[in-house]
């Protein structure tokens, strides 16, 4: 369950000394106060959606909204919303979305790193994640390592979707063929895309 929607926060109050009550007609007892929405969701602030006044009235407690409000009070409304600024906080949750993100890219920049060396200096029992030409996912497992050779095994099974290679990654679906593959194949598949990921345990 995902629980959003938008709330307001307090801002700002005014006494409005010089007015007078549409309603009651006492003189001097209107407060304007001030309130930025923004969205939330699970009651991280997002971001401002808007501000919004309302007066109330101290003596008759009416409670006038800014599209009801005559111009005379109307025109502090506008005032106060041109004075006051959007509370910082209530972006709080865009920041975190774009830290997310940036820490996202950041270990995505790790990780290439990460399979540029074990590229440049393979290990038995590095597994490869491999998107074949029939675009399906499967995995070869390096079993030996030579000056310019790898022998590899290659998995039985195959996935159509990158997220469950993890599944078919076990002992007993790997071919006891023993394959070749020069690391300049190696290094040319990687290039093209078709290594999709490189796992050492
Ligand atoms: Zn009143």
């Known amino acids: 369950m995902i629980i959003y929607g938008s709330r ?7 006494q409005l000394d ?3 009550c549409p309603h009651c007609g006492t003189h001097g007892s209107l407060v304007l106060s001030t309130y930025a929405r923004y969205a939330h969701v699970f009651w991280i602030p997002l971001f401002p959606i808007g501000r919004v006044s309302v007066s109330e009235c101290r003596h008759c407690r009416q409670v006038l909204e800014s599209k009801q409000m005559p111009a005379q009070i109307k025109a502090y ?16 949750g865009l920041a975190l979305f774009f830290i997310a993100i940036a820490f996202g890219a950041y270990t995505n920049g790790q990780d290439k790193d990460e399979q540029a060396q074990f590229l440049k200096a393979p290990k038995s029992g ?3 994640e491999w998107k074949t030409k029939a ?25 159509n979707k990158i997220s469950g290679i993890y599944q078919i990654d076990k002992e007993e679906n790997y071919s006891d063929t023993t394959y070749q593959i020069t690391r300049t194949e190696l290094q040319q598949m ?10 050492r345990h």
């Open 135 to 159: 675009g399906a996912y499967t995995t070869f497992r390096v079993s030996e390592v030579g000056t310019d050779t790898l022998k590899v095994h290659f998995n039985n099974y195959e996935v």
């Open 18 to 20: 010089v007015e007078t």
């Open 8 to 14: 307001a926060s307090h801002v700002k109050s005014v």
């Open 77 to 92: 409304h506008e005032r106060n919303l041109s004075e006051t600024r959007l509370p910082i906080w209530q972006f709080s």
């Open 126 to 128: 590095d597994v490869y």
């Open 190 to 199: 990687y290039a093209g895309g078709e290594i999709v990921d490189i796992n």
